[in-house]
Nanobody, 114 residues
Framework: QVQLVESGGGLVQAGGSLRLSCAAS????????MDWFRQAPGKEREFVAR???????VYSDSVKGRFTISRDNAKNTVYLQMNSLKPEDTAVYSC????????WGQGTQVTVFS
């Protein structure tokens, strides 16, 4: 059974940093595209970042230069390093494993206050 579990969210002041983790079980993530999405209250879920099996990365314009996605295949975990956080980054952040079927984690709350 595939499971994705996010952690690392919390409350942080604007300008601060957080590192989110997405730990996978029941599957080896090394050959999968892994994404981070976020959803703010009252808003649609939006794409944040993607990492391909070869390590290539893609970011949304809103986080480019501030966030970094990475993967540790040995730990079967994907990370999202978030720096220079802004109040508008407040959202529930979820990871997704893309394949013939997509799998989602339950999400972790990130709240940025000014």
């Amino acid at each position: 059974q595939v499971q994705l579990v996010e952690s690392g969210g919390g409350l942080v002041q604007a300008g601060g940093s957080l590192r989110l983790s997405c730990a996978a079980s029941g599957v080896t993530i090394s050959t999968y595209v892994m994404d981070w999405f976020r959803q703010a209250p009252g808003k649609e879920r939006e794409f944040v970042a993607r990492i391909f099996p070869n390590g290539e990365t893609v970011y949304s314009d809103s986080v480019k230069g501030r966030f970094t996605i990475s993967r540790d295949n040995a730990k079967n975990t994907v990370y999202l390093q978030m720096n220079s956080l802004k109040p508008e980054d407040t959202a529930v952040y979820s990871c997704r494993m893309s394949g013939s079927r997509n799998y989602w984690g339950q999400g972790t709350q990130v709240t940025v206050f000014s």
